[in-house]
């Protein structure tokens, strides 16, 4: 009897593994909004294949926002950790899953931003600086805040274009692929965010 059972627990190793591989293929070929719904039920292969899929755009995304890897890679765990506490939330009938959880990363990151804001640094001694002139900085720090402040009159379905491609590092085929929309919708959306920000930034000569 022991061997029986021993010959059919060593037949079912093979099965257990063509279901792990069946079920890693099907999440491979899940939408996002179906990944999200199952990370609603603590589906924690759901979750790991939403982190493999954007991690790299979210971090790219907390990169832009503070500036430092270190801070930007813990932001990144806190977006995703944000993701599956709030996977819940989620209705597919307002909306695709990767806005979702696009939208779901970035207020982590902000909200993150304020309960740790940039440490004081401490004053350096008075040396002759070997960097850029103060005027050089302070004019590059103006044209950022111009750049900023011009995003914010983007439409929002504009202003994840521009922040994914030029500040996230995406391509545009990854931005589509992101967002889940044609590459031709992200082509001709990026065109004209691009020149609402050239009229925008023109006006404040």
Same mark, same amino acid.
């Given at each position: 009897?022991?061997?029986?059972?021993?010959?059919?627990? /060593?037949?079912?190793?093979?099965?257990?593994?063509?279901?792990?591989?069946?079920?890693?293929?099907?999440?491979?070929?899940?939408? *996002?909004?179906?990944?999200?719904?199952?990370?609603?039920?603590? *589906?924690?292969?759901?979750?790991?294949? &939403?982190?493999? +899929?954007?991690? +790299?755009?979210? &971090?790219?995304?907390?990169?832009?926002?503070?500036?430092?890897?270190?801070?930007?890679?813990? /932001?990144?765990?806190?977006?995703?950790? %944000?993701?599956?506490?709030?996977?819940?939330?989620?209705?597919?009938?307002?909306?695709?899953?990767?806005?979702? &959880?696009?939208? =779901?990363?970035?207020?982590?990151?902000? *909200?993150?931003?304020?309960?740790?804001?940039?440490?004081?640094?401490?004053?350096?001694?008075?040396?002759?600086?070997?960097?850029?002139?103060?005027?050089?900085?302070?004019? %590059?720090?103006?044209?950022?805040? +111009?750049?900023?402040? #011009?995003?914010?009159? &983007?439409?929002?379905?504009?202003?994840?274009?521009?922040?994914?491609?030029?500040?996230?590092?995406?391509?545009?085929?990854?931005? #589509?692929?992101?967002?889940?929309?044609?590459?031709?919708? =992200?082509?001709?959306?990026?065109?004209? /965010?691009?020149?609402?920000?050239?009229?925008?930034?023109?006006?404040?000569?």
């Amino acid at each position: 009897m022991d061997v029986v059972l021993r010959l059919a627990s /060593a037949a079912r190793l093979p099965q257990r593994a063509r279901a792990a591989s069946m079920r890693q293929v099907s999440d491979a070929d899940a939408t *996002d909004a179906t990944l999200i719904e199952r990370v609603a039920g603590r *589906d924690r292969d759901a979750f790991e294949e &939403l982190y493999r +899929r954007y991690a +790299r755009a979210v &971090l790219g995304l907390a990169l832009r926002r503070l500036g430092d890897r270190g801070r930007a890679e813990d /932001a990144t765990q806190e977006a995703f950790a %944000a993701v599956w506490r709030s996977a819940g939330s989620f209705d597919r009938t307002r909306g695709g899953g990767a806005p979702w &959880l696009y939208a =779901v990363a970035r207020n982590a990151i902000v *909200d993150g931003l304020r309960r740790r804001p940039d440490p004081t640094v401490a004053e350096p001694p008075e040396i002759p600086s070997k960097g850029p002139d103060p005027g050089a900085s302070a004019e %590059a720090a103006w044209i950022a805040w +111009r750049v900023h402040r #011009a995003l914010a009159t &983007l439409p929002e379905h504009e202003r994840q274009l521009i922040e994914l491609a030029y500040f996230s590092g995406l391509s545009q085929s990854e931005v #589509a692929s992101f967002l889940r929309i044609p590459l031709g919708t =992200v082509k001709t959306r990026t065109r004209a /965010a691009l020149a609402r920000l050239a009229d925008e930034l023109e006006g404040e000569v």
